[in-house]
């Protein structure tokens, strides 16, 4: 049986949507919101699909990462409750406050998060462990991740990245912590917004999920500084892309 190509390419843009994710820690509803608009996807059916999908691929990149030894078990202990509690809240407060109004401030934050990085990778900055202020940090994360339709691994990845925390236990854990952070955020838009468009959800699950592994392997046999270079960038474009888009210039 022929699968319709609209499925084909909601199961492509979530493969490299979770490409992406998995081996930086960052960026999956970014990239994939951003090829779901440029099919002609309605905002809204975006958003929602985009959360609800991350159900499964999230799902696929903790125990992937699991499995490679990517995760920091007391960092995830540190950051968990915070951000499910974060995620709650910030998918509640949805309803009533202007999540996009937070967009450029956060943008301001995350530019400077990227040269902080980016600095990092070009000089001889020991690894050390983060565990000071993880829990406010995993909270706002998550906060910001359900008002603003993403932020959480730009947010945390990039502030534990930019005090030292080392780059494959750091990506591993906020990957695994992203999945709960997610599933709360979607159980409470599913009680508030409700949920359709089962084939967008379907296309970005399947994508996903053949991407979890793939993702989990390149972060830990890669090179940090290059990656680090590449997380620092990443960061600075999309902030870049917020700001820009917020002033209308684009």
């Known amino acids: 049986m022929e699968l319709p190509p609209e499925l084909l390419y909601y199961i492509a843009i979530g493969f490299a949507?979770?490409?992406?994710?998995?081996?930086?820690?960052?960026a999956y509803g970014v990239t994939a919101s951003s090829l779901l608009l440029g099919?002609?996807?309605?905002?809204?059916?975006?958003?929602?699909?985009?959360?609800?999908?991350?159900?499964?691929?999230t799902g696929a990149s903790a125990t992937s990462h699991h499995a490679f030894g990517n995760i920091d078990k007391q960092l995830f202990k540190r950051l968990l409750l915070p951000a499910i509690a974060g995620a709650a809240i910030g998918a509640w407060l949805l309803s009533s406050l202007p999540g996009?109004?937070?967009?450029?401030?956060?943008?301001?934050?995350?530019?400077?998060m990227g040269l902080i990085i980016i600095i990092k990778a070009f000089r001889a900055f020991p690894t050390r462990e983060v565990t000071s202020h993880t829990a406010p940090l995993g909270f706002f994360g998550a906060l910001v991740d359900a008002m603003g339709g993403g932020g959480w691994g730009p947010i945390v990845a990039s502030n534990l990245l930019a005090r030292g925390n080392g780059f494959r236990l750091t990506?591993?854990?906020?990957?695994?912590?992203?999945?709960?952070?997610?599933?709360?955020?979607?159980?409470?838009?599913?009680?508030?917004?409700?949920?359709s468009h089962w084939d967008v959800i379907l296309g970005l699950a399947i994508g996903g999920v053949a991407a979890a592994p793939l993702g989990a392997w390149l972060v830990k046999?890669?090179?940090?500084?290059?990656?680090?270079?590449?997380?620092?960038?990443?960061?600075?474009?999309?902030?870049?892309?917020?700001?820009?888009?917020?002033?209308?210039?684009?």
């Open 17 to 26: 949507a979770q490409l992406v994710d998995g081996a930086l820690g960052m």
């Open 39 to 57: 099919m002609g996807v309605p905002p809204a059916v975006t958003s929602a699909t985009v959360h609800a999908a991350e159900c499964f691929t």
């Open 100 to 112: 996009d109004a937070m967009r450029p401030w956060i943008a301001c934050y995350l530019l400077a």
């Open 171 to 195: 990506v591993g854990t906020v990957n695994a912590v992203e999945f709960f952070v997610t599933l709360t955020a979607s159980l409470m838009f599913l009680l508030t917004l409700g949920l």
């Open 221 to 250: 046999r890669v090179r940090p500084k290059p990656m680090l270079v590449l997380v620092g960038l990443v960061v600075i474009a999309l902030s870049a892309r917020t700001l820009l888009k917020h002033f209308g210039l684009i």
